[in-house]
Every structure is written in C-alpha cells, then in structure tokens.
C-alpha cells in the first residue's frame, strides 16, 4: 500500500514553491525544500497539489513552472495547516466539529449557497454571536483610558506600530510573503522587496492607506455605504482587472475555489443584504459584537468582486477606533486557522470557529500594544524555547550593524540552520517582531553596549 502523504509534508513542498520568485521550476523547489526529497518523490507532491489546488502548474521553456494559487488576489485557495493542533489557539469543541467538517474533500460536502436566513434571523440587541461574558471580557482587555477621549485618539496614538503590524498581517493572511522588516521597509522607505510580486507589495501599500483613512476619519466613519465602499476602493486599488470595480457593488457571479459555497449572483439581492448589513452592524450597541458581525457577514456576502475579508478585517476596526479601545491587528493568528474558520462560516453558517480565532486575536492584539495592564498567563512556551537563540541573533544584528535588508536575509538564513522547520516561520516573525521593538530603554537585555546601540540605530533603516 503507498505510504499516505500527510498535510505537514505537503506544507513543506508548498512553503518551497512560496519561497520562489513567482514561477518557480523543479530545479529551485528543489534546492528550497527541507529536509531534501528525492526528485521524483517532489514531482509526486507537486502533482498533489496541484490536483487539489493549492498549486498552478505552467508550461515554460526550460520545463514546468509552479507558482502557489494565492487567496489574496482570488478570495481562495485554503491552506489547511495544523496550526491549532500545535497549540497556536485553543478551539473549543464546536470549534474542532467545524473544522472537521470543512477539511473533507470537497467531493464529501454538500455544495450550499447564500442562505438570507442567516443574515434576517439576527436581531441587533437581542441575537449575539458573542457572550455577555465574552465581551465583557473583550471590554476590560481592550480599554485604553478611563476618561472620554476624541474618537481615534488612541488608534493614532499607536498608529507607527500599528500600520506595519495591520498592514503585514492582514496581508499575511490573504497568503502575502512579505516579511515583517521588509513590509517596515516598504512603508517607511518605499523600497520594495527582492523577489516579490507587485502585487504583494501593492496589497500591503493599499492597507496602508485604509489604516490612515480609518484614522483621518474618526470622527466620521461607520457602518454606513461610504466607509465600506472607500475601504474597498483603498485596498483593492490596482489590483482588480477593472479598475471601475474599486468601492462599487459586483454585478456578476464569483466562485471561490476551495469551497462548496456559491455566494448570490442577483445584483439586486447582493445590493438589498449589502444594506441589511450595514443598518444592522450600525444598530448593535457593544463594539465587540459589532466588529465580529461585519467579520461574519461581509465575507459571507461576497458583496464585491475580491478583497472582501480584508475589507472585512478593517472594518472590525471601526468600532474600537470610535471608542478608543485596542485595535485588532490579528497578530500571530495562523493563515490556516483563519481561513479555514471562514469556510465554516460560508459552508455550515457557523460562527463556533471564526469566534475562536476573533477573542484569540484581540487578546494578542492588546498585548501587543500594551493597551492594558493585565496578565494573559504564562510566559510564552516558545519563546522561552528559543530565548537563547533570540538573544544571540538580535544581538548579531545589532553589533554587526546590519540594516533591515541585511537583517532580514540574516535572520531566514539562520532560522533555515537553527530552527526546526515546523517552528521556522514562527521563530523568523518573533525576531523580526523584536528588532523592530527595540529602544534605548529594552536594548540591554541583548548585551550589547551603548556604544553598539547608537551606531546600529543609525544604520537601521
């Protein structure tokens, strides 16, 4: 009997192709992919994923070209990882169920399509995806100031961090390859980076400046037809074939691959939810419960051509930018996690996952910022894993003067030596995460001296 291939050693052959320039032939998945395959072992692989999607093969000169079918440009594509079961996010049981069902082959699921009921059974006030406990919980987590402050005044305040922390990982999410450094280097310096398509570096410049619209605007913005629309406008800016797409309602059909779901194809009936959506985020009193409706039903609406849940993921910010509590940047929260959460949404109408993922995310998210002062429990097991190893590479950084580039190539290349594989992708975000933190007031727990830290700030760019 052939030995199963299971889904970590598919990942490892994926993450290769992902690690390529755009088209990447056998030759260069092979010298990417470790520990190293044998030749016709890789080509079994390769034909398994594209088979199931989650690869596009090409014919070229010189041979066969893959590339990896990103969801960031297609609303697709589910990279299935075992991202929880690592204990990234604790999901509970009706969590685990959804999950279960969603990673069937696709020949194993009902094909479904948009169900109005979902969205008209939901009363404002009265329904609540979230708990009264939940989002007390939330609320104390994500409270900034005890006094009434101008709306935004907290999200500006934090906003240098937070438009290189929203910016990567919302577009980490839609399958981006963007580093943490290189996405800091893109926005503070407008120097994009080697190898990367342009529209990774597009996708992440046009966070940018929907982060900036959401914090100009404050006082303005809400769940109305002009801040969801110009959302859209700003993040899919030169990135639709139709340029006349950017802020306006589809009037056509869209399939997302990946899925048994079909959403509404009547412009009419897109149009009539689209509203019903709006009125109802606008009428719920909690800000939680708020920001994780539109997080549900924006998605599941598909109410534009592409680029709805990143849409989506701004959008929950509104409410806490008007409020002044913590944004959600969704640190840390594993591409396959969040995904795979919103297929159970559009294939079950079940939020049991996605809610995991949402009270996991924010509770990193304040950490983050430091937004409140409260424990969210023990040290962090990884990180005192790799203390040592953190300690070492930071301060290499930092003595040998690199900048940002070099950092960035220094870092991957040593993680690729030092880190086991399964924990490579996590250890690179921590140190980069790190450098990127550094001050005058935190630089000595590297051991490096004053002198070595003024010189390699200089150089930090």
């Given at each position: ?6 889904e970590e050693e ?10 390529g ?29 594209v ?31 075992t ?11 009706a969590?685990k169920?959804?999950r ?10 009902r ?12 009363r ?25 402050l101008p ?6 305040k934090v ?48 966070h ?10 404050a ?13 859209h ?5 030169n990135?639709l074939?139709d340029?006349?797409a ?26 009539a939810?689209?509203e019903d ?12 419960e708020?920001?994780?409706?539109v997080?549900?039903?924006l998605?599941y609406?598909q ?12 959008a929950?910010n509104?409410?806490l ?11 840390d ?8 959460a919103?297929i ?8 049991d ?48 003067g690199?900048n940002?580039?070099v ?8 993680a ?8 490579r992708s996590?250890?690179i975000?921590?140190?980069e995460?790190?450098l ?10 590297y051991r ?14």
């Open positions: 009997m052939p030995k199963r291939v299971t598919l990942s490892i052959v994926l993450a290769a192709v992902a690690g320039r755009g088209l990447t032939s056998l030759e260069e998945i092979t010298r990417n992919v470790w520990p190293a395959l044998p030749r016709r072992t890789l080509q079994r692989r390769l034909s398994m994923l088979e199931q999607g989650q690869l596009v093969a090409l014919s070229a000169r010189g041979g066969r070209r893959y590339r990896v079918d990103y969801p960031d440009l297609t609303e697709s594509s589910i990279i299935q990882e991202s929880a079961e690592r204990g990234e996010i604790t999901l509970s049981a969590a169920q959804i279960s069902e969603i990673k069937r082959p696709i020949s194993a699921r094909p479904v399509g948009y169900q109005s009921s979902f969205l008209e059974d939901y404002p006030n009265v329904s609540a995806y979230l708990s009264p406990a939940v989002r007390k919980q939330l609320s104390e987590m994500g409270m900034t100031s005890g006094d009434p709306a935004g005044t907290h999200f500006r906003m240098s961090r937070l438009l290189i922390d929203l910016s990567w990982n919302s577009s980490r999410l839609e399958g981006n390859t963007y580093s943490l450094l290189e996405t800091q280097r893109l926005l503070e310096l407008g120097e994009t980076a080697d190898g990367k398509r342009a529209e990774e570096s597009q996708m992440i410049l046009n940018k400046a929907a982060i900036e619209m959401l914090a100009q605007q006082d303005e913005i809400g769940f109305n037809r002009y801040t969801i629309c110009n959302l406008a700003q993040l899919s800016d990135l074939p340029p006349a950017c802020g306006r309602l589809r009037g056509h059909a869209v399939a997302i691959s990946g899925t048994v779901f079909h959403p509404l194809e009547v412009p009419q009936l897109i149009e939810r689209f959506i709006l009125a109802k985020a606008s009428n719920i009193d909690d800000a939680f708020q920001a994780f409706f997080m549900v039903h998605p609406l109410p534009f051509e592409d680029v709805n849940k990143r849409v989506s993921r701004l929950a509104i409410p930018v008007q409020r002044n509590l913590s944004p959600l940047s969704f640190v929260v594993p591409q396959a996690d969040y995904v795979n919103i159970g949404v559009y294939e079950l109408n079940r939020v996952y996605l809610r995991d993922v949402f009270i996991w995310a924010y509770e990193r998210s304040c950490a983050r910022y430091s937004a409140v002062r409260q424990s969210l429990g023990e040290p962090d097991a990884f990180r005192l894993k790799n203390r040592q190893r953190l300690i070492d590479m930071v301060s290499k950084v930092i003595t040998d690199m940002k580039k950092a960035t190539s220094f870092i991957r290349t040593q690729a030596i030092l880190v086991e594989p399964e924990d996590r250890f975000t921590m140190t995460t790190e990127a933190s550094l001050h005058e007031g935190n630089f000595a727990r490096v001296r004053p002198s070595e830290f003024e010189i390699w700030k200089k150089t930090w760019r």
